[in-house]
């Protein structure tokens, strides 16, 4: 599983995993490797969040007010 792939996509494919395993008929190998699969995207998708929430944090202050930061240099 590449973990360069996007916060969509990551949820988009494990959406379908899920599908796939709540209609029930999926043989037993399947249902494994679509688990495993499914943990991985999970984490993935863990991942980006957390990473999210850092910038949310740098981007706003402890108080909530937005405050300025630099990007590439120059302060916005």
């Known amino acids: 599983m590449e973990k360069n792939v996007s916060f969509e996509e990551a949820i988009t494919k494990l959406e ?6 709540e209609q029930g008929d999926v043989p037993l190998e399947d249902a494994i490797s679509y688990f495993k699969e499914g943990m991985q ?14 910038q949310m944090a740098v981007i706003l202050g ?12 120059e302060e916005a």
């Open 41 to 54: 995207l999970s984490s993935i998708c863990d991942e980006k969040l957390k990473a999210a929430e850092e």
């Open 16 to 21: 379908e995993i899920v599908e796939k395993l």
């Open 62 to 73: 402890e108080d909530g007010e937005l405050r300025s930061f630099a990007v590439g240099g």
